[in-house]
Each structure stands twice: as structure tokens, then as C-alpha cells.
């Protein structure tokens, strides 16, 4: 079945480093790709999506390329910021057809802390 | 304003005392569903709901029940309640199932003693 697999966690980093969370996926096909932020005490909220391969999402600093040949999707983020602190959790959905139609998938969640 | 709305946010209770927790979305979204989150398993799907009267299981059903008679609400039942049950749970909408991203409520803390 499908599954995603994100990097372990938890991620220490110093205010202004680089960031990557590692996430690679197991799927049959081309699902749509999507990296969910949750802050404390909130629910998931979209940070970025793509929806084919080569494709990359961008949002608040943040990237991820669909990368179809090594089925990864790994979050970057140049410069991080206190305010970057949550969980992160990659996740796959499919568009259409299939006994999956409209599931989402999420990877186990990796918990970011950034030290000012 | 777009929300997906839970109550209650947080709910202490008994084994076997059964209980519901509400869900209501005001964006007039098809698509609907509930997971449940626990440390290091991430969130998986309890079931889900492509409209009105249509649900269907998702990878964790067992000791759940939901019904879908309004397009705006999605309850999740929890019959007989078990400590295995202790999670923390999200219900989530989209506009329909193809693809798109979910709006998800901010989540009922649920402790079974």
C-alpha cells in the first residue's frame, strides 16, 4: 500500500540555519505531494503542494520538489526562524481513480525547534 | 470565515461511557474526514465521507462510528470507549476528493480513564 516516510526526528537547529526534512513516499502512480505545518495546540494547515513530477511548491520561505525518479519530496528552507517551530508532516494524496481516490496519506510527523 | 469547527476540545471520560465529537465545516466542502494523531504514528484516517449519506472506512474504523445526514456535519461516535482510544483527533474538509488540500479543525484532545 501507499506510505510516506519522513526523516526522524526531533530537529534542533540555531535561528538562520538551513533546514531540510527529509520525505520520501511508496506509491503506484503520480499522487499530488503535500508538506502540512502544525503549530502548538493548532490543527494542520497547508504549507506548500505539487502536484506532478518536477514540480516544486514554495511558500514562507519554504520549498519542496516532486521528485519522481527517487520518489522524494524533501522540505528546504534557507533561513529558519523561531517562528519556524512546529511539526512538519509530508503527506500524498490521489487526484483521481483507484481504490484510493481521495485518501491522504501522512508520513509520522518530524517536530522542528528553533533556538533564537 | 472558512473553518472547520470541533467540540469539544478537550474530553475526559470512562470506559464505556459513550460520547460524540462534533464536526461542522462552513465552506459547503463534499469531502470530510477524521483521523486520529499519536505520537510517532503520525495521523491515520478513521473513516472518511464523499458527501451526504456516502462513508466509508479508512485504515483505523474499529470501535468508530460516524453519519454524514448534512453536508456541513460529520460526528465521530465512539459507542463504548476504550483507554486505547486516548488520542488526539482532527477532523478535516476539502472541497471535494480530488486532490486538493484539507482544512483541518484545531483538534479534540480525547482522554479515556
Known amino acids: 500500500g501507499d506510505s510516506v516516510t519522513q526523516m526522524e526526528g526531533p530537529v534542533t537547529l540555531s535561528e538562520e540555519a538551513f533546514l531540510t526534512i527529509n520525505c520520501t513516499y511508496t506509491?503506484?502512480?503520480?499522487?499530488?505531494l503535500f508538506w502540512y505545518v502544525q503549530y502548538p495546540g493548532e490543527g494542520l494547515q497547508l504549507l506548500l503542494k505539487?502536484?506532478?513530477a518536477d514540480d516544486k511548491g514554495s511558500n514562507k520561505g519554504f520549498e519542496a520538489t516532486y521528485r519522481k525518479e527517487t520518489t522524494s519530496f524533501h522540505l528546504e528552507k534557507g533561513s529558519v526562524q523561531v517562528s519556524d517551530s512546529a511539526v512538519y508532516f509530508c503527506a500524498l494524496r490521489w487526484g483521481a481513480g483507484g481504490t484510493s481516490y481521495g485518501k491522504l496519506t501522512f508520513g509520522q510527523g518530524t517536530i522542528l525547534t528553533v533556538h533564537p | 470565515e472558512a473553518q472547520v469547527t470541533q467540540n469539544p476540545r478537550y474530553l475526559i471520560t470512562v470506559t464505556g461511557k459513550k460520547l460524540t465529537v462534533t464536526c461542522s465545516q462552513n465552506?459547503?466542502?463534499?469531502?470530510m474526514s477524521w483521523y486520529r494523531q499519536d505520537p510517532g504514528l503520525g495521523l491515520r484516517q478513521i473513516y472518511y465521507?464523499?458527501?451526504?449519506?456516502?462513508?466509508d472506512k479508512g485504515d483505523v474504523p474499529e470501535g468508530y462510528k460516524v453519519s454524514r445526514k448534512e453536508k456541513r456535519n460529520f460526528p465521530l461516535i465512539l459507542e463504548s470507549p476504550s483507554p486505547n482510544q486516548t488520542s488526539l483527533y482532527f477532523c478535516?474538509?476539502?472541497?471535494?476528493?480530488?486532490?486538493?488540500?484539507?482544512?483541518f479543525g484545531s483538534g479534540t484532545q480525547l482522554s479515556v480513564l
Open positions: 478535516a474538509s476539502s472541497f471535494n476528493s480530488k486532490g486538493e488540500k484539507l482544512f
Open positions: 505539487a502536484t506532478k
Open positions: 465552506m459547503n466542502h463534499e469531502y
Open positions: 465521507s464523499m458527501n451526504v449519506e456516502v462513508t
Open positions: 506509491a503506484t502512480g503520480y499522487p499530488s
